[in-house]
């Protein structure tokens, strides 16, 4: 009997906690995801890349191929003054990244900095942030973008100062929660009462806690951010037309929308959508490793 | 619950004058100068200096903001939004023109998405992970990415140019008197602008339901309803699916500020003459009291709708209008608190991780 139970023991275990099979799963799983997040970012910072270099040739005009429809030689098609839509829209795409990057850095800082004051500054200050997130989120992010595109006399400042100084408001949410909710936690008073110091029990349990949320609300302010750009260089309000911006190039596809030259549309649309689709897929499969939850599954 | 209603009467109100001093200050401090984009560069130049510092006092130039914030807010008060340059016209009058057009608008993407997205989210829980849910979810996640804009020009594409269905934009026929254009040309028109409106809006509202829904089906109640032979569908009929309602209203109410910036791309795509364009063509042609005026407007309805939304909860969860839910000590808000924004999931999990922590170390 006595040399019977030691060898039943991790039978009993694996009925109760799926130890063995579960646990080749999780690696395989975080592995699979850890790889999507960075082959998504491998492929962002390619489409940077190729677009400044692209820039000049997406410029370049040549009448010989007006108006040329997508063939092998030109895949998205030409314009009516011959420029290569697929160089333009490179050139577009990493632009309006580039411009996400500044604004969402910008954004993400501010986030933190207010999140942290309230949530662990006095109650007065907390009421302060709240009640400017509160304020923020009052007037409708895109009339909020054009009123300060407006103040800013448009183009590029108008855009960019306008982009990174909307976006913080949700992420403030989140890093203001996540603070608080970790200061009340049973292991931040332990620590305390263990004689910790605050900037001890800051260093090595707070940040660490908020930290991953916060670089995965980062990552998903990307798409925010791409998205109001486009739409705010489209109505007229950002970025100089003859820049090679997504907006612009919508914008004018819209003058020719009755003369059937789709590929002006379609092709840049769908690649700006695989774009903030791609910075989804990194962004969430972030979340979902360093989510307690859901990266045990 | 009177003084639950009035806290928050008074709290939209200090917002909302906050707000309109942002719009004002904001739209002010462009670099545009009033007197001259009011009069036409001619005008300004053949103009003496003296009528000039005249003109320039009759504006407001030199007073201070603060001054001349209370001045336009005094106005305002009374009915007074100043001048719109480009209808030539005063500022209310041309908002009330086009509320009209754009309140319809909204009025349908908002009623549409939100009940499509509910009943979308709910289908998609109760076929967790089946081909109906594969496919919900990748048509929101898609819609989530698609710019509202380029959805609208190619609807316009494919059903106005190449197939023509429906017109190519505007309210009514080209050539037609609003007197003599009827109801059905009004909502001819009106089809294309409010269905592309209606498919964006859905994602959002159809995501967090199906969240919110599977939290349901997984909880001790339903479980319970389920080891009594009910189907999760019908535990859901039976009253569960009114934990649904809270948090999809909230999104719902809060999704306004959403909806009227995709309105204002809309309308600008179908040369549908709202409150969206105009707020455009205003701050293209420098019109400061016009979009100034649309600005506090579309507070107005982003606050509204907060309004109706906090309201709302005290009818629906008596724990909020006891005032349970008020200042919740997690401070996350009185919407959020309730498990509103946030997928509570996610929540759920911190928890869980941090008693488990304590746990493994004492």
Known sequence: ?297 | MARYVLFHIVKCAVLLLAVSFLCFALVNASPIDPVQANLGQAAYINMSPEKRADLAAYWGVDAPLWESYANWLGGAMQGDWGTSLRYNAPVLQVIAERTVNTLMLMAIAWVVSGLLGFVLGIAAALHRGGWLDRIIKGYCYLLAATPTFWLAMIFLLCFSVLIPLFPIGFSLPIGVASSEATLLDALHHLALPAITLSLVGVANIALHTREKTIDVLESDYVRFARMRGMRPAEALRNGCWRNLLLPALTLQFASISEIFGGSVLVEEVFSYPGLGQAAVTAALGGDVALLAGIAVISAVLVFGGNLAANILYGVIDPRIRRGEGLHDESGRGDIAGIGGIRPSRRLGGRQFADRGEVIGRG
Not at chain 1, 85 to 106: D, P
Not at chain 1, 203 to 213: G, L, R, S, Y
Not at chain 1, 235 to 258: D, K, Q, V
């Open chain 1, 1 to 297: 009997m006595a040399e019977l139970a030691p060898a039943q023991e991790p039978v009993v275990q694996t009925t109760l906690f799926h130890a063995p099979r579960s646990l080749a799963r999780i690696i395989s799983n975080r592995n699979v995801l850890l790889i999507t997040a960075v082959c998504a970012l491998a492929i962002l910072v390619a489409i940077i890349v190729a677009g400044i270099v692209a820039t000049p040739a997406a410029q370049e005009t040549d009448f010989a191929r007006r108006d040329l429809a997508p063939s092998l030689a030109h895949p998205f098609g030409c314009d009516w003054l011959g420029r290569d839509m697929f160089l333009r829209t490179l050139a577009g795409l990493s632009l309006s990244i580039r411009i996400g990057l500044l604004a969402a850095v910008v954004s993400a800082l501010i986030a933190l900095v207010l999140g942290t004051i309230a949530a662990l500054g006095s109650k007065v200050a907390d009421g302060i942030v709240t009640w400017l997130i509160d304020l923020m989120m009052g007037v409708p992010h895109l009339v909020l973008l054009i009123l300060i595109s407006y103040a800013l006399g448009k183009g590029f400042w108008g855009v960019t100062v306008g982009i990174a100084l909307t976006h913080w408001a949700s992420l403030t949410r989140v890093v203001r929660a996540e603070v608080l909710q970790c200061r009340q936690s049973p292991y931040i008073a332990v620590a305390g009462k263990l004689g910790a110091s605050r900037l001890r029990i800051a260093a090595k349990h707070i940040v660490p806690f908020v930290f991953p949320q916060f670089l995965v609300g980062f990552i998903l302010l990307f798409p925010h951010a791409i998205l109001h750009e486009a739409a705010i260089t489209f109505l007229g309000f950002g970025l100089p037309p003859e820049l090679p911006a997504l907006g612009n190039i919508l914008s004018e596809s819209m003058t020719y929308r009755s003369t059937g030259m789709w590929w002006l549309a379609v092709f840049p649309g769908l690649s700006l959508i695989a774009t903030v689709l791609l910075f989804d897929l990194a962004g969430g499969a972030l979340r979902k490793i360093v989510d307690a939850r859901t990266n045990q599954e």
